[in-house]
């Protein structure tokens, strides 16, 4: 089944880290640029950060960028998300996404999400 | 960075109903604009690209159209499973933005 999962999600401290993982089933995943995307409770998509096949471009979102890595293990087939710094306005359900190059760069495929509750 | 703006942000209409969702760019986008479908406590699910290109399984009532920054997503005869969130994104160049979303709820 062509699908992504993703995990780690977890209730964690104002200021501390937590690493999300998206593993891939189903598809050639060295083949896709990857996203990750978040929902805040009761609001809309928010575009996080991007990488491609390789893993050689990367790019972020301003609200983000310097505390977020993506990164993706190709032999893995799986994505990740570093996350630092955490801020309670990071609490969110967060997605990856797949990008289909043929379909205009549309995310095609999403995982189901996992949570992240920023909180003391 | 380019900015999706929606109208309306809620609407309510009749089972058989045609619906019509805008969605404005800051600055042009040629076509690189795809809509997507979100039902409670699920995920997004596109189902417009490329402004007007039906994704596969998606029923042909729903449609869109436009190019450059005024796009619209078309839902001919509206249906009780069309109940859900409507976002435009676009894919011209990161970030990929959304817009911030059209809930369709049906009367």
């Known amino acids: 089944e062509v699908q992504l999962v993703e995990s780690g999600g977890d209730l964690v401290q104002p200021g501390g880290s937590l690493r999300l993982s998206c593993a891939a089933s189903?598809?050639?995943?060295?083949?896709?640029?990857l996203n990750w995307v978040r929902q805040a409770p009761g609001k809309g998509l928010e575009w996080l950060s991007y990488?491609?096949?390789?893993?050689?471009?990367?790019y972020y979102a301003d609200s983000v960028r310097g505390r977020f890595t993506i990164s993706r293990d190709n032999a893995k087939n799986s994505l990740y998300l570093q996350m630092h710094s955490l801020r309670a306005e990071d609490t969110a359900l967060y997605y990856c996404?797949?990008?289909?190059?043929?379909?205009?760069?549309?995310?095609?495929?999403w995982g189901q999400g996992t949570v992240v509750t920023v909180s003391s | 960075d380019i900015q999706m703006t929606q109208s309306p942000s809620s609407l309510s209409a009749s089972v058989g109903d045609r619906v019509t969702i805008t969605c404005r760019a800051s600055?042009?986008?040629?076509?690189?604009l795809n809509w997507y479908q979100q039902k409670p406590g699920k995920a997004p699910k596109v189902l417009i690209y490329?402004?007007?290109s039906l994704q596969s399984g998606v029923p042909s009532r729903f449609s869109g159209s436009g190019s450059g920054t005024d796009f619209t997503l078309t839902i001919s005869s509206l249906q009780p499973e069309d109940s859900a969130t409507y976002y435009c994104?676009?894919?011209?160049?990161?970030?990929?933005?959304f817009g911030q979303g059209t809930k369709v709820e049906i009367k």
């Open positions: 996404a797949r990008e289909e190059k043929m379909a205009s760069d549309a995310f095609d495929l």
């Open positions: 189903g598809f050639t995943f060295s083949r896709y640029e």
């Open positions: 990488i491609s096949t390789s893993g050689s471009n990367t």
């Open positions: 600055q042009s986008i040629s076509s690189y």
């Open positions: 490329g402004a007007s």
């Open positions: 994104q676009q894919s011209y160049s990161t970030p990929r933005t």
